[in-house]
């Protein structure tokens, strides 16, 4: 209790420095999704290393990463083959000297996670200051990353530096931490690191902050995640463009197509038509619907606040939450093609492409949704039309048991610090690793993320409230010291 009660100390004396900390690292634009960043990316990694050298961490080392070579079989046509590509690295460092257990056994080893990388900024003009220019406003700290994830993950290091530092050197738990720079594009090289190299990450527990929590001033456990898959459709008409007073009427156009097609995805009220599509959706246990009726929801503050919107949509007969926790969607994030540049251009395009994702719940997996999801656009193409169904990324979904030792250690933890008992939700968002933890480390985890609902994560003006920064490195601090207890 003493070297707990030390670091808690620690970390408030020293709470200014580690926010300076954060700013300097979320100056830099590590967007994984662009290529013109990749210097930028790894700049990033090597900031969070060296913290983490600095402040203790044995072992520390930059995990090169690259995406396998992908063969993609089109409805008609030659294969393409996408070569291996590059990826970002991974940040790995560990601490093993725990002392064991009083009972002989050895001590626990906690996996702690996070991502490294960004999403873009666009649009820039909607922000109110620039996006890589960290300020502050109201007790929010606003730069992109500043909730997603990088200020969560500067959580995690100042928690070990004020453990270290109370502790004259030592941590009361084995600790590996592994972030990595590729969160936003899908994950695909931590899956691979995590399937080809299982013992350097195994632990007894994965600690991953990069959710959020219900409401203000409530702590929160994430217990169940979405899954997801990321695809393209891409529709070929004629050989080049073609100009739609000469050829308008006779050539099959793309764009049309494609907004045909997206049509038939879903009905107005939100069902999803795709065959077979619900065949194997879990619902949620009566006891988590009964625990979601008790949170404290304002739907209309949720729709004129967070979402924004005059109407909230979706499927009849569902509440928000379950619809936004526990129910498959489908959208579409982007459609191209043609000429959108000022002025008139009256041209029909050879090619236009769509992105669609699609959220899967439990029991329902990315392989098997994809071949109903390809299968079905396949079979509704125009005629005229070439199509290639492409699968960009996926994620499995996941719910975590709330019954073992380190959920009740976290919901002691945080009753320490906001003096309340912790909810148990789900989120609509996907975490692709947290699945792959599960399946190839067999390794439970806790995803204990102190983000706000209205921290504006993928959007302008994203933030980070500075008291749940604080106490969220105050909460790792007392779940660690307790674990390892």
Avoid at 339 to 346: E, S
Wanted: proline share 7%; aromatic share 8%; hydrophobic share 45%.
């Amino acid at each position: 209790m003493k070297t707990t009660d030390a670091a808690v100390g620690f970390a408030k004396e020293n709470g200014e420095r580690f926010v300076e900390e954060l700013k300097a690292l979320l100056r830099i634009p590590s967007i994984s999704t662009d290529p013109e960043r990749a210097a930028d990316v790894r700049r990033a990694a090597e900031f969070v290393a060296a913290e983490l050298r600095r402040i203790g961490m044995e072992n520390v080392r930059l995990i090169e990463t690259s995406t396998p070579e992908t063969v993609l079989a089109p409805s008609s046509g030659p294969a393409q083959v996408i070569p291996e590509r590059k990826g970002h690295p991974l940040v790995y460092a560990d601490y093993l000297h725990a002392a064991p257990a009083a009972d002989g056994r050895p001590a626990t080893t906690v996996l702690l996670y996070g991502h490294y990388d960004v999403q873009p900024p666009e649009p820039l003009d909607e922000w109110k200051s620039p996006p890589f220019e960290p300020m502050e406003r109201d007790g929010d700290l606003f730069a992109r990353g500043a909730a997603d994830d990088k200020g969560q993950v500067w959580m995690h290091v100042k928690a070990l530096e004020s453990l270290f530092a109370a502790g004259g050197g030592r941590l009361p738990v084995n600790v590996r931490v592994i972030v990595e720079g590729e969160e936003e594009v899908g994950g695909e090289g931590i899956a691979a690191f995590v399937r080809e190299h299982p013992d350097e990450l195994r632990a007894d527990v994965a600690l991953v902050s990069d959710s959020e929590m219900f409401a203000p001033d409530l702590p929160t456990l994430c217990v169940g995640l979405r899954g997801m898959i990321y695809t393209e459709i891409e529709a070929r008409g004629a050989r080049t463009d073609l100009h739609s007073g000469m050829y308008g009427g006779a050539a099959p156009n793309p764009l049309v197509a494609l907004a045909q097609i997206i049509a038939q995805l879903k009905d107005a009220a939100g069902h999803i038509l795709i065959p077979h599509f619900y065949d194997r959706v879990a619902a949620p246990s009566d006891a988590e619907l009964k625990a979601w009726k008790a949170l404290p929801f304002d739907e209309e503050h949720y729709r004129e606040t967070e979402v924004g919107s005059t109407v909230l949509t979706g499927e009849a007969g569902f509440s928000v939450l379950e619809r936004t926790w526990a129910r498959p969607t489908l959208d579409v994030h982007g459609i191209a093609g043609g000429f959108t540049g000022a002025g008139a251009k009256t041209v029909i395009p050879a090619r236009a492409v769509a992105k669609v994702s699609i959220r899967l719940v439990p029991e329902m997996t990315p392989a098997e949704s994809f071949a109903l999801f390809k299968a079905y656009v396949e079979a509704i193409c125009p005629a005229g039309i070439t199509l290639e169904v492409r699968l960009i990324h996926s994620g499995e979904p996941i719910v975590v048991s709330t019954d073992n030792p380190y959920v009740r250690a976290a919901t002691s933890a945080m009753r320490a610090v906001f003096g309340k008992e912790t909810v148990f939700v789900r989120g609509g968002g996907s975490i692709p690793i947290v699945g792959d933890f599960i399946r190839e480390l067999g390794t439970p985890a806790l995803l204990m993320g102190f983000g706000l609902p209205d921290d504006n994560l993928h959007a302008p003006n994203e933030k980070f409230h500075l008291a749940n920064f604080h106490r969220g490195i105050e909460s790792i601090v007392r779940f660690l010291a307790s674990v390892g207890a």
